[in-house]
């Protein structure tokens, strides 16, 4: 079941199915967007941590592998507020987990990813580059980079997790919003991590957002399979984005510790925690999120500067055979994850909509 709108939507991304996926920075790979995109929906490279040459060498990536559409997702943050203090008392709290992993804690913390918001050379790359799609995650870019954006012919998302953040979005001028439900994967794309989040499921605001705006609206959280696409489709939504279904795809770049998680337990307890990169996010169930359990929200520095020290007590983890403090990012569909080369999993994907749609 397509709808006339979606239908309508498929054709500006130029795509035959109405398939996003999720462009998980660290995870998605040049291959697995193209993959995407060579069998019928919208591949994703998430370059929020890139500079932007290394983003300009990622699209170029992709090109060499396919012809078809791109979304490049780009984070929209506020910059850290330097807190030294707090950075100190934050690493001092770390320490005993460092020592589990016979290692020391960083001296100091740094904020590691450059938001697009001050970066220049970010968005002139993009412009030049022309992906087919831009988005944006934990917030709205200026009114000129929006602009510039549009002038260059590039579509543009951005992630809402309530009706204030669609509104402010569909203010903006931006093309479609990605409705992100709780039970999404990885970051919460809240505007402010720090007002009190309403914690909307997927269907409930894919519902409540179509009613409310007038422009599309892409839903995103614990979708799976072509039962879910449909769901979200029924609903009102013109396509689906899905994350954590490409997680243990052969073109991940999931480590094994990942995605043994993935397929443990783990993928059951699911767990939205602030204490891996200063921002809310789910993650599968760790000795990271075990740990977080106990800390306070207001002790964790401003991210990305946490994520400084989560990612340095990762690798500290994992030189000592310790694979439970990664960022193992997962959505509450995890239990439905499938290990497949990207092309059978799109392929499975479009059989099930078929199917269910019959």
Same mark, same amino acid.
């Given at each position: 079941?397509?709808?006339?709108?979606?239908?309508?939507?498929?054709?500006? &991304?130029?795509?035959?199915?109405? =398939?996003?996926?999720?462009?998980? $920075? *660290? @995870?998605?790979?040049? +291959?697995? !967007?193209?993959? /995407?995109?060579?069998?019928?929906?919208?591949?994703?490279?998430?370059?929020?941590?890139?500079?932007?040459?290394?983003?300009?060498?990622?699209?170029?990536?992709?090109?060499?592998?396919?012809?078809?559409?791109?979304?490049?997702?780009?984070?929209?943050?506020?910059?850290?507020?330097?807190?030294?203090?707090?950075?100190?008392?934050?690493?001092?709290?770390?320490?005993?987990?460092?020592?589990?992993?016979?290692?020391?804690?960083?001296?100091?913390?740094?904020?590691?990813?450059?938001?697009?918001?001050?970066?220049?050379?970010?968005?002139?790359?993009?412009?030049?580059?022309?992906?087919?799609?831009?988005?944006?995650?934990?917030? &709205?870019?200026?009114?000129?980079? =929006?602009?510039?954006?549009?002038? $260059? *012919? @590039?579509?543009?998302? +951005?992630? !809402?997790?309530? /009706?204030?953040?669609?509104?402010?979005?569909?203010?903006?001028?931006?093309?479609?919003?990605?409705?992100?439900?709780?039970?999404?994967?990885?970051?919460?794309?809240?505007?402010?991590?720090?007002?009190?989040?309403?914690?909307?499921?997927?269907?409930?605001?894919?519902?409540?957002?179509?009613?409310?705006?007038?422009?599309?609206?892409?839903?995103?959280?614990?979708?799976?399979?072509?039962?879910?696409?449909?769901?979200?489709?029924?609903?009102?939504?013109?396509?689906?984005?899905?994350?954590?279904?490409?997680?243990?795809?052969?073109?991940?770049?999931?480590?094994?510790?990942?995605?043994?998680?993935?397929?443990?337990?783990?993928?059951?307890?699911?767990?939205?925690?602030?204490?891996?990169?200063?921002?809310?996010?789910?993650?599968? +169930?760790?000795?990271?999120?075990?740990?977080?359990?106990?800390?306070?929200?207001?002790?964790?520095?401003?991210?990305?500067?946490?994520?400084?020290?989560?990612?340095?007590?990762?690798?500290?983890?994992?030189?000592?055979?310790?694979?439970?403090?990664?960022?193992?990012?997962?959505?509450?569909?995890?239990?439905?994850?499938?290990?497949?080369?990207?092309?059978?999993?799109?392929?499975?994907?479009?059989?099930?909509?078929?199917?269910?749609?019959?």
């Amino acid at each position: 079941m397509v709808t006339s709108s979606s239908s309508r939507w498929l054709d500006v &991304l130029g795509i035959r199915l109405p =398939i996003v996926q999720a462009p998980m $920075a *660290g @995870i998605s790979s040049p +291959a697995m !967007a193209a993959a /995407v995109s060579e069998n019928g929906g919208l591949g994703s490279l998430g370059v929020g941590a890139m500079t932007a040459a290394k983003a300009r060498e990622t699209i170029h990536q992709f090109r060499a592998l396919s012809s078809g559409p791109l979304n490049v997702n780009v984070f929209a943050h506020k910059p850290a507020h330097a807190d030294s203090k707090k950075e100190s008392a934050w690493l001092e709290r770390l320490n005993p987990e460092f020592a589990r992993t016979n290692a020391k804690a960083p001296t100091a913390l740094h904020e590691i990813y450059t938001s697009f918001l001050v970066d220049e050379d970010m968005l002139a790359m993009l412009v030049e580059e022309k992906p087919k799609v831009v988005s944006f995650h934990f917030g &709205l870019p200026g009114q000129q980079q =929006i602009d510039a954006l549009h002038k $260059a *012919g @590039i579509v543009l998302l +951005a992630t !809402a997790t309530n /009706v204030q953040e669609a509104k402010q979005v569909e203010a903006a001028g931006i093309d479609a919003i990605i409705a992100q439900g709780y039970e999404a994967g990885g970051h919460r794309g809240m505007f402010d991590p720090d007002v009190e989040d309403t914690r909307l499921g997927t269907f409930a605001l894919t519902r409540v957002l179509v009613q409310s705006v007038k422009i599309p609206v892409i839903a995103a959280g614990g979708i799976m399979d072509g039962a879910g696409i449909l769901a979200a489709l029924k609903l009102g939504a013109v396509a689906a984005q899905l994350g954590t279904a490409f997680v243990a795809t052969d073109e991940s770049l999931a480590d094994a510790g990942y995605r043994a998680r993935l397929f443990s337990d783990a993928a059951n307890h699911t767990v939205m925690t602030r204490v891996i990169s200063g921002r809310p996010a789910r993650s599968l +169930a760790n000795d990271f999120t075990r740990w977080g359990a106990r800390v306070p929200n207001d002790s964790v520095p401003d991210y990305p500067t946490a994520y400084d020290a989560g990612k340095a007590l990762n690798a500290a983890g994992k030189a000592a055979g310790n694979t439970g403090y990664g960022a193992h990012w997962a959505g509450q569909g995890a239990p439905l994850a499938r290990a497949l080369p990207t092309r059978e999993l799109m392929q499975a994907l479009a059989k099930e909509l078929a199917q269910a749609s019959a």
